[in-house]
């Protein structure tokens, strides 16, 4: 079992739909949550982190985290085709160096 | 202002060439992180710097010297490179190395090709 899976997709969602992009992860020792976008050829640029239970919104984006599932989400909300990326979402424990545990990442294509 | 910087933007080299990667920030950051990415993979650990003393190598092979000059610089020098090695280095800073909740801010990058 990967410690950190996204389902790699490609995941189609039309233009003004939400996106709904998924993460588990298997080690409970797990405290905080990220998301990154990441462009073809760019670098990883943060879009949210979580660190509690439940939402956690900033614009168009919302974070559900569920510990006790181990499973963190990330809603876009009001989709456009500047969305269309690989979304990957790390994983922190506690006393871990902050060393980041990535999922391989979803590609979402927002299409007109 | 979150920013970090990386140079070159891209560097094509022999395996006999020595090169060197620089990555600079000045958010006052004290950790910061060299990371390979290969094509549709997730970013891979390197090395952890954290006040300017190597915290973490990933049982990197030693054609890989991390280096961190100052509070602000990390370098990442190369030599004998394979083929193999030839992917997009990231580098990342984060406030400290502390607790959980650093958020890790990367660089633009820099893709390396190895002939």
């Known amino acids: 079992q990967k410690e950190v899976e996204q389902n790699s997709g490609p995941l189609s969602v039309p233009e003004g739909a939400i996106a709904s992009l998924n993460c588990t992860y298997s080690d409970r020792g797990s405290q905080s949550f990220f998301w990154y976008r990441q462009y073809s050829g760019k670098s990883p640029e943060l879009i949210m982190f979580i660190y509690s239970n439940g939402d956690k919104e900033d614009g168009r984006f919302t974070a559900q985290l569920n510990k006790a599932s181990q499973y963190v989400s990330l809603l876009i909300r009001d989709s456009q085709p500047s969305d269309s990326a690989t979304y990957l979402c790390?994983?922190?424990?506690?006393?871990?160096?902050?060393?980041?545990?990535f999922g391989t990442g979803t590609q979402l294509k927002v299409e007109l | 202002d979150t920013e970090v910087t990386q140079t070159p933007k891209h560097l094509v080299m022999g395996m006999t060439n020595k090169k060197s990667l620089k990555c600079e920030q000045h958010m006052g950051h004290r950790a910061m992180y060299w990371y390979k990415q290969k094509a549709k993979k997730p970013p891979e650990l390197m090395f952890v710097y954290s006040y300017e003393k190597l915290s973490i190598n990933e049982s990197v092979p030693s054609r890989f010297s991390p280096e961190c000059p100052n509070s602000s610089l990390l370098n990442l020098h190369l030599h004998a490179l394979q083929p193999e090695d030839s992917a997009l280095y990231l580098c990342a800073s984060s406030q400290d190395l502390a607790g959980a909740q650093e958020t890790q801010y990367f660089g633009p990058g820099t893709r390396l090709l190895v002939l």
């Open positions: 790390a994983v922190n424990r506690e006393g871990g160096g902050n060393k980041l545990t």
